[in-house]
């Protein structure tokens, strides 16, 4: 008999743990070759924006050592669109469908979460608090005022469950990680980008447009672990972990840290077919291994005293 | 369910050596998307395992649907073209593709100009045998730093007239784009597609509003994916501001669409 590759995020389930990070993935209305929406657990938008907003100027990205800056700045059709034109495009998805939106202010986080709570189609909202790029350069999910006030506007505007997706470039992930509790996430996702730079030595400017960006890719790998384990420990709410995986073996080592979920994100720029592969690898992993199911492996690494899950 | 126009295949490295100090050229087995391939677009290489982490976009010179081979000429310009240089025969080569928009427009009495420099070259040799497939006409403008680097120039001269500017001939200082006035002064030309530098686009552009012909440009910015995937690689509009991205919406854009400067 096979391993129970299903788990759950509160009251989401997820037929696996394996889905996209937001803004890494995309939805055409088409597979290709290879490759199947419907086998992820779930499918994770872009973030979304109430209004429309263009993006970030060139250049937008850069690779460093194993790893990718980034500085998108959240290109968006606006909500409006969104639920208009993109959204009933994803009926074909057939897995469960996460929504991640940003909000800039709590008023417009209370209007996206009520418009999408009433969308059938969305299963869950992601709410990213933790966007590097944008304009003010301020990022909600490095103050615990900020943090409870975004994340409980939100929470009084919907049913679906709420993930806090929060940014490791903080002192203490664990005060912001209690913050998004306390304003009532069901769930944290941990983490998003890192913030970095790159230089061009011959023109001797900044190589992104936008100066600053997030770094993604295996680089950051060590640090979302340690803040997915730390969060495990502290903080009474399921963890959807991210950064820097690339291959099987990191998805365990984020279960044992204590995610019950996985976003992969830069690797599948690399190659396409990876989320695939990985969801093959964790079948045959937890059968060679006999674990009978993936909830088995949450957590495994920390000793008595966590938490979550006991 | 209906699948998308590109794949991914792991495909062969069947030749690859250096033609002159910085630029290779490299042969690559890869029927699946060979067969679907269609002029203007391009596909994403990684012929490596490890670092880099991300794969390169190549536009291949051309694409071989007999034999399923695809010719790329690549610039050696940093950690990923330095490793499809150290790539040997029998090595693997994972390729997305084929990506961008295809161009699929019929050409009849037509004449096109084309209009390259280096490996900008390469996209142009797929063009040029679709437009004359079409019933069109190409004179093809191509320059480079050596002669060696004029890609294809047999295969273009074989499809319609060519004329050429190389650095090494003492031509260092006049841009191919002379070559094209000259012509637009004494017979007609259509439309004009280039692939180079930007200054090598703005001049071409300049020539087509002058002489009432439009003018498409390959455009190329760094790219994550190239699959539409990360939003990495925009070229902003010029009547608004908007973005399209390189990959999914180009790599062929209008001149007069996109903001060159």
């Known amino acids: 008999m096979s391993a129970s590759m299903a788990t759950t995020i509160g009251s989401l389930h997820l037929e696996n743990p394996i889905m996209p990070a937001s803004g890494t993935f995309d939805w055409f209305g088409a597979d290709f070759v290879g490759a199947s929406v419907n086998r992820l657990g779930a499918f994770v938008s872009k973030s979304i924006t109430l209004e429309p907003q263009p993006g ?25 669109v969104f639920l208009s034109e993109v959204l009933p495009r994803y009926r074909d998805i057939g897995t469960a469908i996460v929504v991640s939106m940003q909000a800039y ?51 009084t505007r919907t049913h679906l469950p709420l993930i806090a997706k929060l940014s490791p470039n903080v002192t203490s992930i664990v005060e912001i990680a209690r913050a998004a509790e306390h304003g009532g996430a069901d769930a944290l996702c941990l983490i ?64 044992l840290a204590g995610a019950s979920a996985v976003q992969v994100g830069t ?44 | 369910m209906v699948a998308l126009g590109w794949q991914v295949e792991d495909g062969l490295v069947l030749e690859n050596s250096l033609v002159g100090s910085d630029i290779g050229r490299m042969l690559v087995r890869a029927p699946e998307i060979t067969s679907t391939a269609r002029p203007g677009q391009f596909l994403m290489i990684r012929c490596w395992e490890g670092e880099p982490l991300l794969p390169r976009a190549m536009a291949p010179l051309s694409y071989d649907t007999v034999s399923g ?10 950690p990923g073209t330095e490793a499809m240089a150290h790539a040997s025969a029998g090595a693997i080569a994972h390729l997305t593709g084929p990506l961008g928009q295809p161009i699929s427009d019929r050409f009849e009495n037509q004449t096109v100009a084309l209009v390259g420099r280096g ?3 390469t996209p142009l040799l797929p063009l040029a045998k679709h437009i004359v497939a079409t019933g069109g006409g190409v004179v093809s403008y191509l320059s480079a730093r050596t002669s060696s680097y004029l890609f294809g120039s047999d295969e273009f001269r074989a499809l319609g007239p060519v004329k050429s500017r190389a650095d090494d001939e003492g031509f260092a200082d006049q841009m191919v784009t002379s070559l094209l006035e000259e012509t637009c002064e004494t ?75």
């Not at chain 1, 417009?108 to 608090?129: F, G, Q, T």
Request: hydrophobic share 40%; charged share 25%; with cysteine.
């Open chain 1, 56 to 80: 970030n100027p060139p250049q937008r990205v850069a690779e460093t050592p194993s790893g990718m800056l980034n500085a998108i700045g959240i290109p968006s059709v606006g909500l409006d």
């Open chain 1, 105 to 155: 202010s709590s008023e417009e986080a209370k209007i996206m979460a009520a418009r999408l709570s009433e969308e059938p189609l969305v299963d869950a909202i992601e709410i990213n608090l933790s966007c590097p790029n944008l304009e003010h350069g301020s990022i909600i999910a490095q103050s615990r005022e900020l943090t409870v006030e975004m994340v409980s506007a939100a929470r």
């Open chain 1, 192 to 255: 998003n980008t890192v913030r970095g730079m790159a230089i061009d030595i011959k023109t001797r400017r900044a190589l992104l447009g936008h100066l600053m960006g997030g770094l993604s890719g295996p680089a950051i790998k060590p640090i979302a672990l340690s803040m997915v384990w730390e969060c495990f420990e502290e903080v009474n709410l399921p963890i959807i972990g991210a950064g820097g995986i690339v291959r099987l073996d990191d998805v365990v080592e984020f279960l």
């Open chain 1, 267 to 310: 690797v599948t720029f690399r190659e396409p077919r990876t989320m695939e592969a990985i969801i093959k690898g964790l079948e045959s992993h937890l059968d060679t291994e006999g674990v009978g199911s993936v909830h088995d492996l949450v957590g495994l690494c920390h000793e008595e005293g966590s938490t979550y899950g006991k």
């Open chain 2, 69 to 78: 081979n695809v010719e790329i000429f690549y610039r050696i310009m940093g």
């Open chain 2, 119 to 121: 490996v900008g070259i």
């Open chain 2, 187 to 261: 017979r007609r030309v259509d439309a004009a597609y280039v692939c180079g530098s930007r200054r090598l686009i703005q001049h071409a552009t300049s020539i087509g509003d002058r002489f009432g012909f439009p003018t498409y440009v390959f455009l190329e910015e760094k790219m994550g994916c190239g699959i539409g995937y990360c939003k990495g690689c925009p070229i902003r509009l010029r009547d608004r501001d908007e973005y399209r991205l390189v990959c999914t919406d180009g790599p062929l854009f209008s001149a007069k669409e996109v903001a060159l400067a």
